[in-house]
Every structure is written in C-alpha cells, then in structure tokens.
C-alpha cells in the first residue's frame, strides 16, 4: 500500500496563530493516541484462544478498553478548553465538511447529557475507587472460585480476580442487568464516539490548514512510500504470556 509522508515545517506552523497553532499539535496527537488503542484493543482480543490463555486475554482487553475510555472522555475535555473555549469553533465549523460536523454534532450530543463514558472514566479509567468493589461481590455466587496466575517474571503473572470484580464494578454502571448486553453497550458506545472523535479531528486538521495555508494535504511536499505491512490487524493478536530474556526474568 502507498504511505503518504507529508512534509511540514516549522516556518508553516509558526505561521498560524497560536491558539490554531496549539490546535494542530493537540489534534495530531489526540489522533495517535485513540487510533492506537482503537488498534491495541483489536489486538489484545482473541476469543479463539483456549483456557488459561484465554482468561488473561480478556482481563487485558478490559485493561484497554478502560484506557480508552478514558482517552476519549480527556479529548472531549480538550475540546471544550481548546476548541470551544478558544472560540475557535466560530471560525473552523463553517469550513468543515459535512462528514466533519456530523461527527461533531454526534460528540456534542453524547457528551451532552449523562453518558457511559463519563461515569466508566471518573470511576475506573484513571481513578481507583474502592466504594464500588463490595457491591460488585454480590455478583458472584458463593461457590464461585478465583484465580492468580502466577507466571514467575511479573510480566506474565495476572492477578485475575482483581479484574474480575473491576469489570462487574464497571459494567454495573451501564445499567443492564445481563453481562454481555452491558459489555455490548459499553464497547458499543467507546467504538462509535471514539471512532467519531478520530473523525472530526482529521476533518478540523484539515480546516485548520485550508484556512491558514490554503492547502490541502495534497499540495504539500510529500514522498509516496510503498509498504507491505506483515500482519494483517484481524490476525495479529497479542497474547498475555511471553517468553523472557534473561534480564526479565526475574
């Protein structure tokens, strides 16, 4: 496939204001950051694995799923300083197409009122609240056994029981009674903001730089690199285990 390496400048970035020019550099790395976790959580899922393997595999993607959550919500916030705040929403939304405000206009009403998101980032993305744990044990019936999996090196050892009473915590806030319709309205929800928040901040990049510059990406200096990735992203999957070198392994 054809990789597109797009040269800018720093004489060009100079040239914005700087309440755009914050703008871009904020934008771009919001863009990096949910376009890899959107990818890592693709990678981190293998429901085709087996037992014990399988169970880790799960608690990880949690893990992920709740970083995500939580990227999502700090971009949405940084909207509201840099983008609203700055009133620069005034000036870039007439130029934005119509695919860059329907994913806006999407963002603006989920964030709007309640939402999953919000609730899932204040108490488990960056937060580690103890008040929702004693209730999350009701869940589980009295029989029901734990697991640590001791792996030797650290990087192979999953305090998985931690995990579990985390994630019932998590998605008791959904509001669904059934396990798997709370984890469908959970993931749900993170893939379509998400995915919109990638959208519109590709789409006000692309504003930013028609307005100031009067360029597209297209008419800036580029060099066309052919790449032929190795992996195809449904295929690659991380796993939980690994093999060690020596200087890991204790």
Request: proline content about 2%; overall charge negative; glycine content about 6%.
């Amino acid at each position: 496939m054809d990789v597109y390496e797009i040269k800018i400048t720093k004489a060009q970035l100079q040239s914005l204001p700087e309440a755009e020019r914050v703008l871009v550099l904020q934008f771009g790395h919001v863009c990096n950051e949910l376009s890899f976790l959107n990818k890592l959580l693709l990678m981190v899922s293998d429901t085709k694995t087996d037992s014990l393997e399988k169970k880790a595999m799960v608690a990880q993607a949690m893990i992920v799923i709740r970083l995500y959550i939580g990227k999502v919500f700090e971009a949405w916030r940084m909207l509201e300083r840099d983008y609203f705040g700055s009133q620069l929403s005034k000036s870039l939304e007439a130029t934005l197409d119509a695919e860059g405000k329907n994913s806006l206009q999407a963002i603006k009403t989920y964030f709007g009122k309640k939402n999953l998101l919000s609730s899932i980032r204040n108490n488990f993305s960056f937060h580690y609240w103890a008040e929702h744990l004693p209730k999350a044990m009701n869940a589980f019936d009295d029989s029901r056994e734990f697991q640590l999996i001791l792996g030797g090196a650290y990087a192979n050892t999953l305090h998985k029981y931690s995990e579990e009473f985390v994630t019932v915590a998590m998605l008791e806030t959904s509001g669904e009674s059934e396990p798997q319709a709370a984890m469908d309205k959970v993931v749900g929800d993170l893939v379509s903001v998400g995915g919109k928040m990638i959208d519109f901040l590709g789409h006000g990049l692309a504003a930013v730089f028609q307005n100031r510059l009067g360029k597209s990406w297209e008419d800036f200096e580029y060099t066309v690199h052919n790449i032929e990735p190795k992996e195809n992203i449904e295929k690659f999957k991380v796993p939980f285990f690994f093999q060690l070198g020596e200087r890991h392994e204790s």
